[in-house]
């Protein structure tokens, strides 16, 4: 009854993988994929339907042979190997490895390969030759572990079995070692854990007499068979606790699990190596109780026996064993042959090349005498035109030096002009206003001896304005002074780590609070993009915190000039953003407002440039910026989109002037970026 419905579950679940792969075998037209998958549906009639599987391992095998698919014809081999194999024919299923494995060494299939190599050193394992079976395992596990088998499950079970060979040969420490290394192996992968596994540490758990514990492992093994059938594992199982039974004296259990260990095996093929051992316990069993039925069971297990391990079968393992061992001794010749030519060629090769230098060292000799010749006239011909460029050179250093003080003084020239430009406008305020203060403080002065004392008042009133007007531009004179001061001096400060992000949030809001407080009209929207994992870096506080406050007074500036075009639905917008480059640090101050002309951004740097209205800036904050920066081993990019809009909008004649493709007639893309590139250092 248990066996029943383990096997109605379990080819439940099996079915349902299988009517899967049918349904995609019609979709797959290229031949190579329905040879894969044909494979694959093989292999999981594998260990239930043996027909089935060696239906589909023939198909795969015709239509791999066909389209000449090497992968497709190995692995076909191998399934009806398996096949072979759990049917009782050693011989055919080892005689159908060996033409796999050649056919997977020749078209250098490692996979497939370690494949082979494991169903090889089954068929060993069956044959009890369980030291040519460990040889084979060891050889696959070396091609697994090299190529790192994408596949977990074929490292795990290669695993399992190398412990298995140590159990056979009474090595429990080893294989212990090894079940334990397959079950983390699973573990860790995320695997299904094989049945086996728990199986055979239940089998050293019961060799060492823990047997509780044994007990605990097998009942997991019987609980990991539930999902996925696999008569051989089951019957393996079912045949351990019938002996875990037997060994604590109850014999009708002990009877029971032997019984459905036999069924088991007989499911898998009336001729497979299971059906022996279960039939030798069932024997030893009723062999005190029922003599009838212990010979009818032990009958069972000798014509098992005969037919796996017979005079003819035997033979013909033996007789493919030598032709493999024969076609090794073949390729091992072949080899040392190969290399013997190799060593041959190799040393035909070196005299060759020994003669060619020596026929190439003896023409560079002579070429080098000609050379040497050559050589010496054309050094007395260098002395000569030496002697000639530095005269020459004398010459041009003269005129250079001349050139330098020349352009010195042009560059002199140009900065004391813009120097006098500056500072005339305010002191042209403060000249004329004096001199009409002097005129009205004479008008005021004949009013009040005329005793006209209200018309003196008035007067004395346009005197006072004048007077405010006088002081104003006197502080705009003084405050390009200080500019020139500022932009002339240099720095003393001392370097310190900085958080650049932090710097700029401070002088945003700083900035901001400014503007503000001069027009409490003004509004603008804030954004800033902080990269979290900046570096501190190395920075002079005050000076590149006038930096920052430069650049983002303009992009207030910027945003509140375009404001006053009452465009709709404009919102002045300052973005801040700091990141982390390969090595660099940078820094964007973005604004919204009208951008900058292509035509004066060459400009923008230079001292006493500027585009606001006399009064409104000294042309001094940008070129001191640049200074800041280039002095602290950075640089200053300028992206920008201009639009210039002719009037509000609304009116259909207002046509801007366009800038870098921005096509918006009242410079709703527009914009300018200041971008700030400084290296990452830790010290000044």
């Not at 259990?253 to 459905?260: E, G, L, P, R």
Request: proline share 3%; glycine share 6%.
């Amino acid at each position: 009854m248990l066996l029943a419905v383990w096997s109605n579950l379990c080819f439940t679940q099996e079915q349902r993988v299988i009517d899967s792969l049918m349904h995609e075998l019609p979709k797959n037209r290229q031949d190579t994929s329905r040879a894969l998958l044909m494979d694959l549906i093989a292999y999981n009639y594998r260990n239930n339907n043996l027909d089935s599987a060696v239906s589909y391992a023939q198909k795969t095998l015709e239509l791999s042979t066909k389209i000449d698919f090497a992968k497709g014809t190995a692995l076909a081999l191998n399934r009806l190997a398996h096949s072979s194999r759990f049917s009782g024919n050693l011989s055919k299923s080892l005689d159908l490895s060996y033409k796999a494995l050649l056919l997977a060494e020749k078209h250098f299939l490692e996979e497939e390969k370690a494949i082979i190599l494991s169903e090889i050193a089954y068929i060993y394992s069956d044959l009890e030759d369980h030291q040519t079976a460990f040889t084979y395992h060891k050889k696959a596990k070396a091609i697994i572990e090299k190529i790192n088998l994408s596949d977990k499950r074929r490292y795990c079970f290669n695993l399992l079995m190398i412990g298995i060979q140590f159990a056979i040969t009474d090595q429990p420490d080893s294989a212990n070692y090894y079940f334990q290394k397959s079950l983390e192996a699973y573990q860790v992968n995320k695997i299904e854990v094989s049945p086996q596994v728990y199986e055979e540490l239940g089998n050293v758990q019961f060799k060492l007499g823990n047997m509780p514990l044994a007990l605990s492992y097998y009942q997991k093994s019987l609980q990991a068979l539930t999902p996925s059938i696999n008569y051989f594992s089951l019957s393996k199982t079912l045949l351990a606790l019938s002996k875990y039974y037997q060994k604590i004296n109850q014999l009708d259990s002990s009877i029971f699990y032997a019984q459905k260990s036999l069924g088991a095996a007989q499911l898998i093929s009336s001729k497979n190596k299971r059906i022996g051992p279960a039939a030798i316990q069932l024997s030893k069993l009723y062999e005190t109780i029922n003599t009838d039925e212990a010979f009818r069971y032990y009958k069972i297990a000798v014509e098992i026996q005969d037919s796996l391990y017979g005079k003819n079968s035997l033979e013909s393992i033996q007789t493919i064993a030598a032709q493999e061992e024969e076609r090794k001794r073949a390729i091992e010749a072949n080899r040392t042959k190969y290399e013997y030519q190799l060593k041959q060629y190799g040393l035909l090769t070196g005299l060759g090349v020994f003669l060619l230098l020596a026929f190439i060292l003896y023409q560079n000799n002579k070429k080098q005498k000609a050379a040497n010749r050559l050589l010496h006239q054309q050094k007395e011909e260098i002395n000569q035109k030496s002697q000639q460029l530095e005269i020459s050179l004398s010459t041009l250093k003269s005129t250079q030096a001349q050139l330098i003080q020349s352009e010195k003084m042009a560059s002199l020239g140009e900065l004391t002009a813009g120097i006098a430009h500056e500072i005339q406008n305010p002191l042209n305020f403060v000249n004329n206003f004096s001199e009409v203060s002097n005129e009205l403080i004479k008008e005021m002065q004949d009013e009040l001896k005329k005793g006209n004392v209200e018309e003196g008042c008035l007067i004395a009133d346009d005197i006072e304005q004048n007077l405010v007007k006088i002081n104003h531009h006197g502080l705009r004179a003084s405050s390009i002074v200080k500019g020139m001061l500022d932009h002339s001096r240099t720095s003393i400060g001392v370097k310190e780590l900085i958080d650049i992000s932090a710097l700029a949030d401070e002088f945003l809001r700083l900035s901001y609070q400014g503007i503000r407080a001069k027009d409490n009209n003004f509004y603008a929207t804030l954004e800033t993009h902080f990269d979290p994992d900046l570096p501190l870096i190395s920075l002079i506080h005050q000076d590149f915190g006038r930096v920052l406050l430069n650049l983002i007074n303009n992009a207030f500036y910027a945003v509140n000039e375009k404001a006053k075009l009452g465009m709709e639905d404009y919102q002045p917008t300052v973005t801040i953003s700091t990141r982390k480059l390969e090595n660099a640090i940078e820094i964007n101050v973005k604004d919204n407002g009208k951008g900058i002309p292509e035509s004066i951004r060459e400009k923008i740097f230079q001292p006493f440039f500027t585009t606001k209205p006399t009064g409104q800036g000294t042309g001094l904050g940008l070129s001191l910026s640049y200074d800041i920066v280039k002095a602290h081993g950075g640089h200053i990019e300028i992206k920008s989109n201009y639009c210039s809009p002719s009037g509000p909008p609304g009116g259909i004649s207002d046509v801007p002037s366009v800038d870098e493709g921005n096509t918006d007639p009242f410079g709703r893309g527009s914009g300018s970026e200041f971008i700030i590139f400084l290296p990452i250092k830790t010290n000044g």
